[in-house]
């Protein structure tokens, strides 16, 4: 009888915890989502052709691993048994054959559903089917899902959320879990337990400053990053939103100080652009390694504002191997004359040798100050590695 009631306990205990697949997310998630550049206007000839593209642009070999195919795959209903259907004209090869043509190609292959009766553009959701989605979604070979939060009535976050969790360990294929909750229910204090990255505010959009209820610029995104990094770290991760460099809506200057920053917050890097056309400038943007080692360290820390006085912000990241990567962000509109006197930044031990990341040289050491004239809306982004003796 002991026996049986331990065991009876044990059951109860497990149920009541939620369960997720470790080590599936050791550095922020990088690749690329179909929503901010083609909304709902997604096909399987669009997937295949951006993946060609990513391998060709070099992005595929920088870390740019998972496509992701955002709202607006499935058919308006599902079939008679109550499972999801792709789109037959966007998508009639089904989402296995595309998973196998994006594993075959080095890619890991992602998805997008909602937590409630329908998703965000009016397809079928999730909610009271999620055993049987995680069911479709493991056989078709999906490695990320994208979930979202539309259409959920009044239902509880934390336990809608747990219950897909449940779904996608049962199931048994390790499946990234993403929270696309927009933070309303405070998601980083709950999520590590269930998923490896939720979503902190509402959508990202291609401007600089401006906000709107369903839309909001970069800036105002970055600013709501503060104070949250102590909720991130390996598998478990903060999310901004997906990367808008590239788009129409911001210059060169504002695309590069936008991946920059999302480096230093350890954000998921999910480019957005349409790769297929970009031009040789992103490119670099998106592909330059030194930056993206600064999001992937090992170490695992998001990065905190340092400092912020009117137009001047300081962000800083710990890395491993007693390295930092410092972002002097100039958020106003005209030009900012920075000037550092290192001994004024606490955190950095004994003299360090600095590396400006975006000119990829170094530049001398913590040992004399230094100054840059930063435009506006640009970021300068250097990394300190401490001096060995006889350096």
Request: charged share 25%; proline share 4%; net charge negative.
């Amino acid at each position: 009888m002991k026996k049986l009631t331990f065991l009876i306990v044990l059951l109860i205990s497990c149920s009541v915890h939620a369960q997720k697949f470790q080590g599936l997310a050791p550095t922020p998630p990088m690749g690329w989502n179909s929503w901010n550049s083609f909304q709902v206007n997604c096909s399987e000839q669009l997937i295949k052709e951006t993946a060609r593209a990513l391998i060709k642009s070099g992005m595929r070999d920088a870390g740019y691993t998972y496509i992701v195919v955002d709202d607006g795959w499935e058919a308006m209903e599902r079939d008679g048994l109550g499972n999801l259907v792709p789109d037959p004209k966007r998508f009639p090869s089904g989402m296995k054959a595309l998973g196998d043509f994006l594993h075959s190609n080095g890619f890991k292959f992602g998805i997008h559903n909602c937590a409630g009766r329908t998703t965000c553009s009016g397809f079928p959701g999730g909610r009271g089917h999620e055993f049987q989605d995680a069911r479709t979604y493991a056989s078709w070979g999906v490695d990320y899902l994208k979930y979202d939060w539309c259409d959920h009535g009044t239902a509880n976050a934390e336990e809608t959320y747990k219950t897909m969790g449940d779904a996608l360990f049962a199931a048994g294929r390790p499946i990234v879990y993403s929270l696309c909750e927009w933070g309303n229910n405070q998601p980083w204090l709950w999520g590590p337990k269930m998923a490896h990255l939720w979503r902190t505010t509402g959508d990202i959009t291609d401007c600089y400053s401006c906000q709107d209820v369903y839309a909001t610029g970069w800036k105002y995104i970055l600013a709501k990053q503060d104070g949250l990094e102590k909720y991130a770290g390996p598998d478990h991760w903060n999310d901004p939103d997906m990367l808008e460099v590239g788009n129409k809506g911001l210059s060169m200057t504002e695309s590069k100080a936008h991946f920059s920053l999302w480096a230093i917050l350890a954000a998921p890097l999910m480019a957005g652009n349409d790769v297929r056309k970009m031009s040789s400038d992103v490119r670099e943007i998106l592909t330059n390694n030194e930056v993206i080692a600064v999001d992937q360290d090992s170490l695992g820390k998001q990065g905190y504002k340092f400092m912020e006085h009117p137009s001047k912000e300081i962000w800083v990241k710990e890395l491993s191997n007693g390295e930092w990567a410092i972002c002097f962000f100039n958020s106003g509109d005209d030009v900012l004359k920075m000037r550092v006197h290192w001994a004024y930044l606490p955190f950095l031990k004994g003299t360090f040798q600095i590396r400006d990341l975006w000119q990829k040289k170094g530049i001398g050491k913590t040992d004399a100050d230094f100054s840059a004239d930063i435009p506006s809306h640009d970021v300068v982004l250097l990394r300190l590695s401490p001096v060995k003796q006889g350096d």
